[in-house]
């Protein structure tokens, strides 16, 4: 069954959203439960098909996982496992499962995951995840499209990363925790999904310091000093970025809940360039809005503290409408320009040479069919929709859905006229009434 959505453009989005847990923090807190041999609990879990993975991946290995989606929580109970193999069919259905590999070490010192390959965003090699393990001393192969990880022990060390990877930082952190001795990772990712991991493993017992810094100290523990704990995932920057764009986008005025401003300082920073105006209404609420045509600005994706990558498509789609000729440079992925044929198709002047895009800023989208090639083009694309001129039609939802919580729900309770339908069913009519979760209005 394919989803699409129906998207009618123009109307300005007005009113308050809230905004979930983070996805990319979520996913490596529950892989990271398995550290404790007891039940350790994780609220602010987002219903999305990622995190439904790292579900079926826990499961596999034997851990016993409850989700409540009325509490927006996870109890996973890993006191007995039975596996110690994340299976291709899952790791490549989802990169991050490949975090399970220093989950897995740190608990037992054996894994067997599966390569993820690469994706349609870029290559994303994970030589760096391999290095640093064979660092602390396992011993890798693989074989088969898997890597078969071991160890008698892990011992810290000093590991130094060519690129602050978000994932290889991840993956030795959770390495780490039970190695002997004392683990300095340098050149480490900053983002605040990296101090989330490192503030849930210190609350079940490790010993980390430093991280949100270029520079994290894992002094390892014992594994059996490892306890239950219940955490609270942090709020995502991403989608709280998306929900900020898609407002200033549509010259819209919202009040935007459960967001850490600090996440987003150099987005905010280019949003307020553009002509935006964000107010700070309580430590975690912004009031966001528009009143005019935006300026064009220039970006380059950094690793965090810099311009996120994953907000990359979704500026680019505000930059297609803006005043004047912006230029994008994007540092950390080969090919995430995805969204360029389809914004083109709507009326966007874009010229894209390598990892450069120049956008000449238009002064109106009109609405056509168009494909989400992946999560963040797509959702880039449904922005594209709500600022256009008449209809736009967004293929390929599981996508969306991997990343973005009732994304139609929250951009219809803001006045959007957007509904999802499957192409078994003729489409329905898009209104902008507040509707019920999951309800088509
Ligand atoms: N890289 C290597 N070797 C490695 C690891 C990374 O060459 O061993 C390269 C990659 O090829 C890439 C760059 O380093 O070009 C950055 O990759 P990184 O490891 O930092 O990214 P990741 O951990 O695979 C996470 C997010 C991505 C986000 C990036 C960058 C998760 C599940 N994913 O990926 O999120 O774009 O960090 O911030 O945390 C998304 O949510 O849409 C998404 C793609």
Redesign the pocket.
Same mark, same amino acid.
């Given at each position: 069954m394919a989803e699409k959505y129906r998207i009618h453009g123009g109307e300005t989005l007005k009113g308050e959203v809230s905004i979930g847990g983070a996805?990319?923090s979520v996913?490596k807190l529950l892989a990271a439960t398995i550290l404790v041999k007891g039940t350790t609990k994780i609220y602010n879990v987002p219903h999305l098909t990622d995190v439904d993975i790292m579900l079926n991946v826990l499961s596999d290995l034997g851990a016993k996982c409850i989700y409540n989606r009325e509490e927006q929580s996870v109890t996973v109970d890993a006191v007995s496992m039975t596996s110690v193999t994340a299976k291709y069919e899952l790791v490549s259905k989802m990169? =991050?499962s490949f975090i399970i590999l220093g989950a897995l070490m740190s608990r037992g010192r054996e894994a067997i995951v599966a390569l993820p390959g690469g994706c349609a %965003? /870029? &290559?994303?090699? *994970? +030589?760096?995840?391999i290095k640093g393990l064979e660092a602390l001393g396992a011993k890798i192969k693989i074989e088969n499209g898997y890597v078969h990880a071991k160890a008698s022990k892990l011992v810290g060390t000093d590991i130094y990363l060519d %690129?602050p990877? *978000? /994932? =290889?930082t991840e993956n030795l952190m959770l390495a780490s925790v039970t190695a002997e001795g004392s683990t300095r990772i340098q050149n480490a =990712?900053q983002?605040p &999904?990296i101090v989330d991991l490192a503030n849930f493993l210190n609350t079940i017992g490790a010993d980390i310091t430093g991280a949100g810094t270029s520079e994290i100290v894992i002094n390892g523990v014992k594994q059996e000093s490892l306890h239950s704990a219940e955490y609270t995932t942090i709020p995502d920057r %991403?989608e709280a970025g998306t929900f900020m764009a898609a407002v200033v986008g549509t010259r819209g005025k919202a009040i935007i809940k459960n967001v850490y401003p600090a996440h987003l300082t150099f987005f905010n920073d280019k949003l307020i360039k553009m002509g935006a105006s964000i107010k700070l209404v309580e430590p975690t609420t912004i009031e966001v809005s528009a009143k005019n045509r935006l300026n064009s600005i220039n970006f380059v994706t950094q !690793?965090y503290p810099g311009f !996120?990558? +994953?907000l990359q498509a979704i500026a680019m789609t505000l930059l297609t409408v803006s005043n004047g000729v912006g230029i994008i440079t994007e540092s950390?992925?080969e090919n995430r320009f995805m969204q360029v044929p389809d914004l083109r198709r709507m009326g966007a002047d874009i010229h894209q040479d390598r990892n450069h895009a120049i956008i000449k800023g238009v002064k109106q989208l009109t609405g056509a069919t168009v494909v989400a090639s992946d999560?963040?083009a797509g959702a880039a694309l449904v922005i594209a929709g709500l600022m256009a001129n008449g209809e736009t039609i967004v293929e390929k939802l599981h996508h969306i859905d991997r /990343?973005y919580e009732d994304f139609e729900y929250k951009l219809s309770n803001l006045g959007a006229k957007i509904v999802r339908y499957n192409d078994e069913i003729p489409a329905p009519q898009v209104s902008s009434s507040v509707i019920n979760r999951g309800e088509i209005s």
């Amino acid at each position: 069954m394919a989803e699409k959505y129906r998207i009618h453009g123009g109307e300005t989005l007005k009113g308050e959203v809230s905004i979930g847990g983070a996805k990319n923090s979520v996913l490596k807190l529950l892989a990271a439960t398995i550290l404790v041999k007891g039940t350790t609990k994780i609220y602010n879990v987002p219903h999305l098909t990622d995190v439904d993975i790292m579900l079926n991946v826990l499961s596999d290995l034997g851990a016993k996982c409850i989700y409540n989606r009325e509490e927006q929580s996870v109890t996973v109970d890993a006191v007995s496992m039975t596996s110690v193999t994340a299976k291709y069919e899952l790791v490549s259905k989802m990169r =991050a499962s490949f975090i399970i590999l220093g989950a897995l070490m740190s608990r037992g010192r054996e894994a067997i995951v599966a390569l993820p390959g690469g994706c349609a %965003i /870029g &290559e994303r090699r *994970v +030589d760096f995840h391999i290095k640093g393990l064979e660092a602390l001393g396992a011993k890798i192969k693989i074989e088969n499209g898997y890597v078969h990880a071991k160890a008698s022990k892990l011992v810290g060390t000093d590991i130094y990363l060519d %690129i602050p990877s *978000v /994932g =290889a930082t991840e993956n030795l952190m959770l390495a780490s925790v039970t190695a002997e001795g004392s683990t300095r990772i340098q050149n480490a =990712a900053q983002e605040p &999904e990296i101090v989330d991991l490192a503030n849930f493993l210190n609350t079940i017992g490790a010993d980390i310091t430093g991280a949100g810094t270029s520079e994290i100290v894992i002094n390892g523990v014992k594994q059996e000093s490892l306890h239950s704990a219940e955490y609270t995932t942090i709020p995502d920057r %991403i989608e709280a970025g998306t929900f900020m764009a898609a407002v200033v986008g549509t010259r819209g005025k919202a009040i935007i809940k459960n967001v850490y401003p600090a996440h987003l300082t150099f987005f905010n920073d280019k949003l307020i360039k553009m002509g935006a105006s964000i107010k700070l209404v309580e430590p975690t609420t912004i009031e966001v809005s528009a009143k005019n045509r935006l300026n064009s600005i220039n970006f380059v994706t950094q !690793p965090y503290p810099g311009f !996120p990558t +994953d907000l990359q498509a979704i500026a680019m789609t505000l930059l297609t409408v803006s005043n004047g000729v912006g230029i994008i440079t994007e540092s950390l992925y080969e090919n995430r320009f995805m969204q360029v044929p389809d914004l083109r198709r709507m009326g966007a002047d874009i010229h894209q040479d390598r990892n450069h895009a120049i956008i000449k800023g238009v002064k109106q989208l009109t609405g056509a069919t168009v494909v989400a090639s992946d999560l963040r083009a797509g959702a880039a694309l449904v922005i594209a929709g709500l600022m256009a001129n008449g209809e736009t039609i967004v293929e390929k939802l599981h996508h969306i859905d991997r /990343g973005y919580e009732d994304f139609e729900y929250k951009l219809s309770n803001l006045g959007a006229k957007i509904v999802r339908y499957n192409d078994e069913i003729p489409a329905p009519q898009v209104s902008s009434s507040v509707i019920n979760r999951g309800e088509i209005s």
